[in-house]
């Protein structure tokens, strides 16, 4: 061994050996990812504030169960990160490119009237027609190459057929073929996205769809997916839906995305979640639109930041007639709504979207502090709430609140 040799780390040897850096510190690794919010509070508080960009993803349920719903939600909100930072648009400082989406429509049933509806700009959306499975596992490896993509999705991995399988005739099915190429595309796509990781870069969040069909089988349990039981191991994320429950007092107009967290590897997993989905237009509200409102105001009572003196609810720096009021301002002030639930999320999730600074929620923590007995001398306001040489209110008169995880 060399001088030079014998002074360098491991990782250094290491990146000599390969020609690249091959092992961080976790300090330096992304390994707290950026995340795309679906739109839906009631999940985003459940999975840990969104689906994580550079990891694989995975959905899966009966028909009609709102899958392709949620990709459509998600394709959506990626629009509003920057194609290169992956920072939000309201957080970044300086020149703003959309992330797009690329969308492999497998089972040939994207329609672009009904994306549009649900907010999709087909401007930013790219749709592929794989015709076999090594089509679209070497077209999604070179998308997470190229890095040109905030979001892939593939829907479904039910409808994917390997090259072999369509060539010869329907009598010579290969059996277990499907099912290797499925769990090929894993490997292979979750080995790019580790690879974009290592150059301390975010590579694109990665939804995977597939079908939940009936299980037969006295000796299995758990959800029957086609592709095999291996996708179940490599995503970060993993959600089963229900099939859409429609609310029978106001007929067709309001249904329910329901489900559950069956693994997450990014936040506490089994988490269930119900959220409302309007699908249709009436005198009141229009179609997408959810009734997140609600959740945020139960969160914010547990919090104890939803404060009713004489007739009057407090929130903050801000006070309402009643609580029907703060409901419509959550409802109809997108910035304020958005304050909140960035707050909300950081304190349940202990996740702080990346450019958020946590000043932004000064007001919050000082609406958390409530006043100390008259037989007390008041305290200043802390200027940073991690700051253990300012003054604190006694044990006894705190609200356990949360500071801002650091990024």
């Known amino acids: 061994m060399s001088n030079k040799e014998a002074t360098m780390s491991f990782a250094e040897r290491i990146a000599a050996a390969y020609n690249k850096p091959m092992i961080f510190s976790a300090n330096e690794a992304i390994l707290r990812p950026s995340r795309i919010s679906t739109g839906l509070y009631a999940i985003d508080r459940q999975i840990g504030g969104g689906f994580p960009f550079g990891r694989m993803s995975l959905v899966a349920g009966p028909y009609s169960s709102g899958k392709s719903l949620l990709g459509f939600f998600l394709a959506k909100n990626v629009a509003k990160h920057d194609a290169v930072t992956k920072i939000r648009q309201d957080f ?27 907010g999709l700009d087909p401007n930013l ?31 479904s991995l039910a409808a994917m057929i390997a090259g072999i399988q369509q060539e010869r005739a329907a009598e010579d099915t290969l059996m277990g073929r499907d099912a290797q190429k499925i769990n090929e595309l894993f490997r292979r796509w979750n080995s790019a996205l580790a690879t974009v990781t290592a150059s301390k870069k975010e590579g694109p969040a990665v939804l995977c769809i597939n079908q939940e ?7 299995s349990t758990g959800p029957n997916l086609p592709g095999g039981r291996a996708q179940k191991f490599v995503v970060s994320l993993f959600i089963l839906m229900r099939k859409l429950k429609m609310d029978k007092t106001k007929g067709l107009k309001v249904g329910a995305l329901h ?21 249709q237009d009436d005198d009141n ?88 007995p008259e037989s007390q001398a008041p305290l200043e306001v802390p200027e940073s709430i991690d700051d253990p040489a300012q003054p604190r209110p006694p044990e006894e008169a705190q609200v356990k609140i949360q500071p801002p995880p650091s990024i």
Request: glycine share 6%.
């Open 125 to 155: 959306v790219d749709i592929c027609w794989p015709s076999t499975s090594e089509e679209a596992i070497n077209i999604g490896v070179e998308a997470i190459n190229r890095g040109e993509y905030g979001l892939i999705v593939l829907d």
């Open 92 to 118: 970044l400082q300086g020149s703003f490119s959309p992330c797009r989406t690329l969308w492999f429509d497998v089972e040939n049933v994207f329609e672009r009237g009904w994306a549009e509806r649900n």
């Open 213 to 219: 069909r009936d299980n037969f089988s006295m000796f």
């Open 259 to 279: 489900g559950v967290t069956d693994k997450n590897k990014t936040y506490a997993p089994l988490q269930e979640f119900k959220a409302a989905f309007r699908f």
């Open 285 to 372: 509200s229009a179609f997408g639109e959810t009734t997140c409102a609600k959740d945020m105001v139960s969160d914010l009572k547990a919090a104890n930041l939803l404060v009713k003196s004489k007739n009057k609810y407090t929130v903050a720096n801000r006070t309402f007639k009643s609580q029907k009021d703060l409901v419509t301002a959550l409802e109809t002030e997108l910035d304020w709504k958005s304050l909140v639930w960035d707050f909300l999320i950081a304190q349940h999730c202990n996740y702080l979207p990346t450019g958020c600074e946590g000043s932004r929620f000064s007001d919050f923590y000082v609406a958390a502090t409530p006043a100390l």
